[in-house]
């Protein structure tokens, strides 16, 4: 059987799009692989706990308060959230509370700690 050239045209379309697609699908699982291999690490400042940092694990309203930005309704926002939804697992997951910003975050970020992770959850946000 003889095919016209219109039709080894759209025979030749439709095997690169074919071959696009499989290449598609090999790349996108490479790609997958190698990201979930990559380990996340904390940055460093909330790996110490030296002294004078405010552990937003256990601190109470008062001891929240005393951080620059953050005043009675945000540290009760804290609180709150943390009995809601369990110990921070990094300074960084002070983002999920409500009124706490990229701003007040950077600020506050090297005067908090977590106190470790043994108890922790990463529960996002």
Not at 48 to 75: F, K, Q, Y
Not at 113 to 118: D, I, K, S, Y
């Amino acid at each position: 059987m003889k095919l016209t050239k219109a039709e080894r045209r759209i025979w030749a379309s439709v095997m690169a799009a074919g071959a696009a697609m499989a290449l598609c699908f090999v790349l996108r699982s490479t790609a997958m692989t190698v990201l979930d291999k990559l380990p996340y690490e904390p940055p460093a400042v909330t790996r110490g706990t030296g002294e004078g940092l405010v552990n937003i694990n256990t601190a109470g309203l008062e001891e929240l308060m005393s951080l620059p930005g953050i005043g009675e309704r945000r540290a009760q926002a804290i609180l709150d959230d943390r009995a809601a939804n369990g110990p921070y697992r990094y300074p960084e997951n002070l983002i999920r509370v409500k009124g706490i910003g990229e701003e007040i975050l950077s600020d506050i970020l090297e005067q908090i700690t977590t106190g470790g992770n043994e108890n922790a959850q990463d529960i996002g946000g």
